[in-house]
C-alpha cells in the first residue's frame, strides 16, 4: 500500500468530485459508502482504476434539489480503500480521509464532476497532546455511556494514535450540526478544533444524554502511519 506522502506527490492534482449533503469528511477518519447512481458507479470504477483519489465536499444547504448544487470550496481529499462490486452493479466502498484540500472545479467529460485540488496546510502544533488525546476520550465515553451507543474504544486508546486522528473521528462520530462541522473543518488550527471539540464535550455531556445515534467509528487505515 502507499503511503500517504507518497499518495500526495504522485497526485495529478485532480481529482473526481463526490458532493455529498448532510456529511462532512474528516482528515484522518474512514467512512463507507454503498455507490448505486449510475454516474458515481463510473466514478469509482474510474478512480479504481487510476490514482485512487477522489474529493468529498459537503453540498450547500439550499441546494441539494438544483441540478448542480454548489458545495463548500474547503473539503477533503481521500483515497479510495476498499471496493466491493455487487451483483446489481452497485458498490460498497471505504474512502479514508487523507488531508484537507480546497477545490476549484473544472470542465469535466464524465457524468461526474470534477476538480482541481490543492492539499492544505495547518497549524498542526498541539499543545500537549497527549493530555488532550486522554481528555477527548474520557469525555467522549462519557457520552457514550449517556446514550444508548454502543462502541468499542480500543481503536482510539492505541497510545501511537495521533491526537488529530482521535479528534476528527469523535467529531465524525457526534451528532453535531453539519454546517458546525464544516466550520470545524474549515479552521486553520488544529489545536483550535481540539479546543472547541472539548468545550463541547464538556457542555454538550448533558443535552446529549438522550441521543442514540452516533456514526460509526472504523479501525485506522495503515497509510496514515
Request: aromatic share 8%; charged share 20%.
Amino acid at each position: 500500500m502507499k503511503t500517504l506522502k507518497t499518495l500526495l506527490d504522485e497526485f495529478s492534482g485532480v481529482t473526481p468530485l463526490f458532493p455529498l449533503p448532510d456529511f462532512v469528511f474528516f482528515p484522518k477518519t474512514v467512512q463507507p459508502f454503498h455507490i448505486f447512481e449510475p454516474r458515481y458507479v463510473e466514478m469509482i470504477r474510474d478512480v479504481h482504476a487510476g490514482e485512487g483519489l477522489l474529493t468529498i465536499p459537503l453540498i450547500k444547504p439550499g441546494t441539494e434539489a438544483d441540478e448542480r448544487p454548489e458545495f463548500f470550496e474547503i473539503a477533503t481529499l481521500g483515497h479510495l480503500h476498499q471496493v466491493q462490486s455487487l451483483e446489481d452493479g452497485s458498490r460498497n466502498i471505504l474512502v479514508t480521509g487523507l488531508v484537507k484540500a480546497s477545490i476549484a472545479e473544472v470542465d469535466s467529460d464524465h457524468a461526474y464532476r470534477r476538480g482541481a485540488i490543492t492539499p492544505l496546510a495547518e497549524f498542526g502544533q498541539v499543545a500537549d497532546a497527549e493530555g488532550k488525546t486522554q481528555s477527548l476520550l474520557r469525555m467522549f465515553q462519557a457520552v457514550l455511556e449517556r446514550s444508548s451507543a454502543t462502541h468499542n474504544l480500543e481503536i482510539l486508546s492505541d497510545g501511537h494514535m495521533p491526537v488529530e486522528m482521535v479528534a476528527h473521528m469523535i467529531i465524525a462520530a457526534l451528532p453535531i450540526e453539519v454546517a458546525e462541522k464544516q466550520k470545524m473543518l474549515e479552521l486553520q488550527s488544529l489545536d483550535l478544533r481540539i479546543n472547541i471539540l472539548n468545550n463541547f464535550l464538556e457542555s454538550g455531556l448533558s443535552t446529549l444524554a438522550d441521543i442514540g445515534k452516533f456514526d460509526p467509528i472504523i479501525p485506522s487505515n495503515p497509510l496514515w502511519n
